[in-house]
């Protein structure tokens, strides 16, 4: 089982079910399970798709991926940490991928990028622990009040849409895998998860 609700299969799937799916397979060559999970409520999936749509609007497309990947990574689901580091190869080498799952971040981004890749990571682990402090000094480092809003919209939408998953019990394509030289694959895995990387885990000051 790739879920732990049953789901309606390819060959069953009749109108807006077999729509969604075949959408999907266009998309990634293959039905994903995360798409098979929302076979009941397809339209949560269309509107899940209208928001992170909006969500992603305003931003670049590297800093979208490169919050995105730290809040999956930070929320251990590897569907999404996989899709969202698969997607930072256009931007970064694997080794650099590497890098940012592995508590080494600070050998790839600079001070600014840093300090915003905490606050998505705090906000998807934690969002009552943001202090105003943390938000003002991203302010002194250049990031406007919107990019901080924008960051905490790719976080907060990351959490609702892995959470879902991982409560459905959904499972990793394995072909999604299939393309992932073994370095890279581990550092994807959602039980490795950065814990000494004292800027992506600064506690609360």
């Known amino acids: ?13 009749r109108g807006d079910v077999a729509a969604m799916y075949e959408r999907q397979q266009a998309h990634w060559g293959y039905v994903p399970n995360y798409a098979r999970a929302f076979s009941h409520r397809p339209e949560v999936l269309a509107r899940w798709g209208q928001l992170l749509a909006e969500i992603k609007r305003p931003l670049p497309k590297r800093l979208f991926e490169l919050l995105t990947f730290a809040a999956a990574h930070e929320l251990r689901n590897t569907p999404c940490t996989l899709a969202h580091g698969r997607a930072l190869r256009e931007f970064y080498a694997d080794a650099q991928i590497v890098a940012l799952a592995t508590g080494r971040a600070e050998d790839v981004l600079d001070a600014r990028e840093l300090a915003m890749v905490a606050f998505a990571r705090r906000v998807a682990r934690d969002a009552t622990t943001v202090t105003r402090a943390e938000v003002d000094a991203l302010c002194s480092l250049g990031w406007s009040d919107a990019d901080i809003f924008d960051a905490a919209a790719v976080a907060a939408g990351r959490a609702f849409f892995t959470k879902l998953l991982d409560g459905l019990g959904v499972t990793t394509d394995a072909a999604a895998f299939a393309e992932l030289d073994t370095p890279l694959r581990a550092a994807l895995r959602p039980d490795v ?13």
Request: aromatic fraction near 4%; avoid cysteine.
């Open 1 to 13: 089982m790739s879920t732990y609700i049953g789901t309606v299969a390819v060959a069953d799937a």
């Open 193 to 205: 998860l950065t814990a000494q990387n004292p800027v992506d885990r600064q506690e609360p000051r």
